[in-house]
């Protein structure tokens, strides 16, 4: 049980940095940015490929893919979403580009093999790889009855770390207010003098960071790096836990990230592995019809 | 260009040789419309798979159990999609735009990933075999459906659930002011794209001899997908979803070159297409960019596309 736990702790982390940059675009934009998985998988197969195939040290690729993902933000802001808002096109317009980016991302990599087209990019196609042993520092210790793998428990700290950075800046910093007052009302931050386009690129790049970090972390701490790792594994829970924390509130993806994690440990232990998933989007579902302005979010404006 | 050149040189042999292709399209089409409905009364609702799912394991579970004929079970499966949208509807239908989106995912998952994976009767991961069903001479079946479910939507749209429907899609304070009972007409429309979504899941479960639980099937992707038919196509007129199933269903037989890497030119058409009209192919303007100069036009102002 006290394994359980320490999962749910940790996967936990993975949901709410991966809900955290969700969020942040939903509450600026009022847009669910559906590409933010593929973002998610595109970190942690970059990464893989760069300290595999091109036989970079682990650190490097870790900063080259954020980086790339960051990028990535850019392409999703310029690609998916400017031109958009420049033909103020309905936000469910919004839904299929970012669909269809991420239908790219997803067969850039699943269609990269030796020798083809995106084999610089990745070269196991629909596979499911792990990193081989020893690319990846991990010490092991054990206490008690307890198995902790450096990998799984750093997840812990640096999540937390960069969620109270992110909490700062939003709250604290020019940047910050900026954001804040871009998502309170586009039209009026524009009048007092705010680049609003650059503040919506900002919230990408920063956003698109963090989804692929979570998928760094997840590929490294759960070993299991493939093209489908975004749409099965935070794709639809992303959905979930920041409904759980309410819409568009930072803090409130966190704690949603940690609950999500929690719920699903203790459906695993109460009711077996094939009931986990059923349980996450039963507690989504009725979390929308009791409360659904979330835990942590604010009166229920109408949004579409 | 094979593709099309069989097509207009050749109609029986390309209809011979395509004719699961033109059954999926006539499927996709008629799923297209329930979220048609769904969109046209201005709710972004995703449960579509959902009541495919129920649609599609009622009549093939009647069909394995009790040996019903086809007719029974379709009935009991859109019967039953009825019911279950009634009885999630309920609840749902308070919410609006993306929470409304949100919690019909949860719904549809809940019930592929804890229901129907997790009771025996349906085989669980492993899908059912579905030993009766008739592939290729199902196809004048699914047409002639299709044609029944446009026309019934045809009419409706027209009609005085059409302008509830558009007045709520428009401004739901303003429908509610003028006396139209929001709620009652919100509801009729989500159980009616549950009937047709589950009408047009036994269909398609007919046309497979194998009803798979998979994402791809009755889960967010297939979702996703159907939603872009419909927004792709244009949600402002009921030909649209099936302009947009038509489209993205014939892609890769039209991009036959792309070969593996299909699912990156698919994605490039969305983007292109949203970017170029947002309002859909068949937008605003109806048919207007493929309808010639010379055919009478009613001049009239048009309802903007949902959302």
């Not at chain 2, 990933?113 to 030993?131: Q, R």
């Not at chain 2, 036959?256 to 983007?271: E, K, S």
């Amino acid at each position: 049980m006290d394994q359980q736990l320490l999962n749910a702790i940790f996967i936990g982390s993975i949901y709410a940095l991966f809900a955290v940059g969700y969020t942040l675009v939903f509450g600026v934009l009022d847009i669910l940015n559906l590409a933010h998985s593929a973002v998610f998988m595109f970190g942690a197969a970059l990464t893989y490929s760069l300290v595999v195939n091109h036989g970079q040290p682990f650190w490097i690729a870790t900063i080259l893919a954020i980086a790339a993902c960051a990028l990535l933000g850019l392409v999703i802001e310029h690609v998916c979403l400017r031109p958009l808002r420049r033909r103020r096109a309905p936000p469910i317009a919004a839904l299929i580009s970012t669909v269809g980016l991420a239908l790219i991302i997803v067969a850039a990599i699943e269609q990269g093999q030796a020798g083809t087209l995106f084999g610089w990019l990745w070269v196991d196609g629909g596979n499911s790889v792990t990193f081989p042993p020893g690319t990846v520092p991990n010490p092991t210790w054990h206490v008690g009855d307890l198995t902790i793998e450096a990998s799984k428990v750093a997840i812990i700290p640096i999540s937390i770390a960069l969620m109270l950075v992110l909490g700062y800046v939003i709250r604290y910093t020019q940047v910050g207010r900026g954001l804040r007052a871009v998502a309170e009302n586009p039209r009026a931050a524009r009048l007092m003098g705010l680049d609003v386009d650059r503040m919506i690129s900002l919230t990408l790049v920063i956003s698109s960071a963090l989804g692929g970090l979570a998928g760094i972390l997840f590929g490294v701490a759960l070993g299991d790096i493939s093209p489908y790792i975004g749409r099965d594994n935070v794709e639809v829970r992303g959905l979930a836990v920041i409904v759980l924390g309410g819409m568009g509130s930072v803090p409130g993806a966190v704690i949603g990230g940690y609950l999500l994690g929690l719920i699903e440990v203790l459906a695993l232990v109460a009711l077996g592995s094939s009931a986990r998933g059923g349980v996450a989007f039963a507690a989504l579902f009725l979390m929308l019809v009791l409360r659904p302005q979330g835990l942590f979010g604010a009166q229920l404006r109408e949004r579409i | 260009m094979d593709f099309f050149i069989q097509l207009f040189t050749d109609p029986v042999t390309f209809w011979n040789s395509h004719t699961l292709l033109i059954a999926q399209i006539g499927i996709n089409s008629i799923i297209a419309s329930s979220m048609f409905i769904v969109l046209y009364s201005g709710q972004l609702s995703l449960a579509a798979p959902g009541f495919m799912a129920i649609g599609a394991y009622t009549s093939v579970l009647m069909d394995l159990y009790w040996h019903t004929p086809l007719a029974v079970n379709i009935a009991a499966g859109v019967a039953l999609a009825g019911v279950v949208g009634v009885l999630v509807g309920l609840p749902v239908l308070r919410l609006r735009g993306v929470f409304l989106a949100i919690a019909t995912i949860g719904f549809i998952e809940a019930l592929r990933l804890g229901v129907i994976l997790n009771v025996p009767i349906t085989g669980e991961g492993l899908g059912l075999k579905n030993i009766d069903a008739d592939p290729l001479n199902g196809i004048y079946l699914v047409l002639v459906c299709l044609a029944v479910v446009l026309f019934l939507i045809w009419r409706l749209t027209k009609g005085r659930l059409g302008a509830a429907w558009s007045a709520i899609r428009q401004d739901e304070l303003a429908a509610l002011s003028q006396g139209i009972n929001v709620a009652r007409y919100k509801m009729i429309a989500f159980v009616l794209s549950a009937v047709v979504a589950g009408f047009g899941g036994a269909l398609e479960a007919h046309l497979q001899t194998f009803v798979d639980p998979g994402d791809q099937q009755y889960g967010v992707t297939r979702a996703v997908q159907i939603l872009s038919f419909a927004v792709l196509g244009g949600s402002g007129h009921f030909l649209g979803p099936v302009v947009g199933a038509l489209v993205v269903t014939t892609l890769p037989w039209i991009f036959v070159q792309a070969l593996n890497y299909i699912n990156i030119v698919t994605g490039l058409f969305l983007i292109a297409v949203i970017i170029f009209r947002p309002q859909g192919i068949v937008g605003r303007g109806g048919l207007a960019i493929i309808r010639p100069a010379w055919w009478p036009r009613r001049d009239r102002v048009r309802a903007p596309s949902p959302g």
